[in-house]
């Protein structure tokens, strides 16, 4: 979208571009509560906060007079300044009538969870424009590769295994599936990551590409014996769909593994007990918790395991990574006795395991 | 040379509160240099071409591999090889948020205003030219240094003292005169002009004084008209 000067009168009727795709964020200090903007070509523009926000929700063809009502004094910019701001930057265009624009945000009922076009739109344009700026080893998109440890306890042994890897990106951790001598579909949406998935000659034959929205695998039911979805849900639109899918693939006796960014301890005790804002890396849409509402983009680790074993999942183990860290006294010393006491159960033992800075989930389809 | 959010940091700047944000449209650019300044983990460390090369190849994965000329002296000339974006598919959106990642970092590290061009090349390469930010108007932009009020000078031994935290520190007799000479003079190319000392040589001084919280600075037009 260029940019366009236009002198915005009093009368000038402004309605929102069609098609914007507005992402909130929770970046402090400057960004809680603002919008990253998509335009209608999937390309990012650009940052409004709350205010514009108002002010691009209500652009039906409301006159620029009467869109002025939205800013409230103090607001940083007087109402014109904002206005011509958003035209200049090609978000209001002169024009009459509702449109449609998207909004990507926690809300009531709904949670973290993202339904409809509106969403899928997102998941297209976020993703797109991150696999471009980012790439392979970029801390922005790829996990910590020391975090293999923590899963390949989880991974199948024995004889050859057809394994799905949901969300694979770099293919880090479908190549070691793979080495262990089984057959693996790597799935992602974006297709240059998969091209970096499959760069391993001697894998060749042993990983196989899919592009794939995994709300929608086409894959038959019951015909996959292991699924991993590493660091992969806090990403999706509606991950309890993608969940859903992962269920229905899974064959009888098959299992499942799933990492997750997990709002920790210390994260929990600062936002509960100190009025600490936590933070959510913008590429995420979601994080797991044991306590709802922590943050707006909380999504409760229970209602995951409940979804799990509702759709015939029965969950083994809840392991959480990283559950001390960050603390700070007396919080450190009091956890540090429980989780010597507790050796080498600390991990997995309730109410700790769903308080790590990640949580590994591993589960087995039993019906 | 791994990225890492900083954990002190991040508690100061969650306790700070849902701070004004910055009212009305940020530009993509902005708003990556606005992210880097938060997170850039070399905030109070030298940085040196090379290290500033390492972090940003590390921070954009593959995207290109990064080279930059002496950061000692502005404009500084850096070059983005085998950019992946550099196609005839180029996505200008990918272009800002690297820009303005680089802008973040740098403007971090030196403590200037700065604006980047960037000149992609047929081979892949993308030039880039980093200067002092202008005015609106294209006026050139000067750094002003000031010496802060609680900084003491004194002669024998050289030594500097902040009086609000009562550190002294020992310093050289060039450092020292430079600093005296911020009584009559404000930019480097003036004390440069009264000292013996090269117009590079007063610069890096001048950064460590920064650096030591012993002078400010601000930037105006060579007209002292305005404040960009």
């Known amino acids: 979208m260029g940019a366009r000067a236009l002198a915005v009168d009093d009368g000038t009727l402004l309605t929102a571009r069609a098609g914007l795709v507005l992402l909130k964020l929770f970046i402090p200090p400057h960004y809680y509560g603002s919008y990253l903007v998509f ?48 035209v200049e930057a090609g978000l209001l265009v002169p024009g009459s009538g509702r449109v449609q624009v998207h909004w990507i945000s926690p809300g009531e009922g ?120 590493n660091f992969v849900l806090e990403h999706v639109a509606d991950p309890y769909a993608v969940m859903a899918e992962f269920a229905r693939v899974l064959e009888p006796d098959g299992t499942l593994l799933l990492a997750v960014p997990n709002l920790s301890l210390r994260d929990t005790l600062a936002s509960w007990l100190d009025g600490e804002l936590p933070s959510l890396n913008f590429e995420h849409l979601r994080s797991f918790g044991l306590i709802p509402h922590t943050h707006p983009w909380c999504e409760p680790i229970l209602d995951v395991l409940r979804f799990l074993d509702e759709h015939g999942v029965r969950v083994e183990v809840v392991q959480g990574v990283g559950i001390t860290t960050g603390l700070w006294e007396p919080w450190a010393s009091a956890i540090s006795s429980v989780e010597a006491s507790l050796a080498p159960r600390f991990s997995t033992t309730w109410p700790w395991n769903c308080l790590g800075e990640q949580s590994v989930i591993f589960g087995r389809k039993v019906r | 040379m791994a990225l890492e959010l900083p954990r002190g940091t991040e508690r100061d700047l969650r306790k700070e509160g849902p701070l004004s944000p910055h009212p009305g449209f940020v530009p993509l650019q902005e708003f990556w240099a606005d992210y880097l300044r938060a997170f850039f983990v070399y905030r109070h460390q030298t940085l040196d071409a090379a290290s500033l090369a390492s972090y940003l190849d ?25 950019c992946r974006n550099n196609t005839h598919e180029r996505r200008p959106s990918i272009c800002e948020t690297h820009v303005g990642a680089v802008r973040g970092v740098l403007e971090t590290h030196l403590g200037v205003p700065l604006e980047i061009s960037y000149d992609p090349q047929p081979c892949r390469e993308c030039r880039l030219h980093i200067a002092v930010r202008g005015t609106a108007k294209g ?90």
Not at chain 1, 40 to 61: F, K, L, S, T
Not at chain 2, 58 to 82: K, M, N, Q
């Open chain 1, 39 to 86: 335009g209608p070509d999937g390309e990012p523009v650009g940052v409004i906060d709350e205010v514009d926000a108002r002010v691009v929700a209500a652009a039906d063809g409301r006159s620029a007079d009467d869109l002025a009502v939205e800013v409230p004094a103090g607001a940083g910019l007087s109402a014109k300044q904002r206005l011509g701001k958003l």
């Open chain 1, 110 to 229: 709904t949670g973290t969870r993202h339904v409809g076009a509106g969403a899928k739109t997102f998941v297209r344009y976020f993703y797109d424009y991150f696999g471009g700026a980012f790439h392979e080893t970029s801390p922005l998109i790829d996990s910590d590769r020391d975090f293999l440890g923590h899963l390949s306890p989880f991974f199948p042994e024995g004889e050859e295994v057809l394994c799905l890897d949901a969300g694979c990106g770099s293919g880090h951790y479908a190549r070691a599936v793979a080495q262990r001598g089984h057959h693996v579909i790597a799935c992602d949406i974006n297709l240059e990551r998969l091209g970096n998935a499959l760069a391993l000659q001697e894998l060749r034959g042993k990983i196989q590409p899919l592009q794939s929205d995994l709300e929608r695998l086409p894959l038959a039911s019951g015909s996959v014996g292991f699924v991993m979805s």
């Open chain 2, 58 to 82: 590390s921070f954009f994965g593959a995207l290109t591999a990064h080279r930059f000329d002496d950061l000692g002296a502005l404009p500084i000339r850096g070059v983005g090889t085998e």
């Open chain 2, 139 to 228: 006026d050139p932009v000067v750094a002003r240094a000031r010496r802060r009020d609680r900084v003491r000078l004194y002669d024998t031994p050289p030594t500097v003292v902040d009086t609000d935290t009562g550190r002294r520190t020992s310093v050289t007799r060039e450092t020292l005169s430079l600093l005296g000479l911020l009584d009559d003079f404000t930019t480097a190319r003036e004390l440069s002009a009264n000292h013996r000392l090269d117009l590079r040589r007063v610069a890096s001084l001048l950064d460590y004084c920064l650096r030591e919280g012993w002078i400010d600075h601000d930037f105006t037009t060579t007209s002292k008209s305005s404040v960009p």
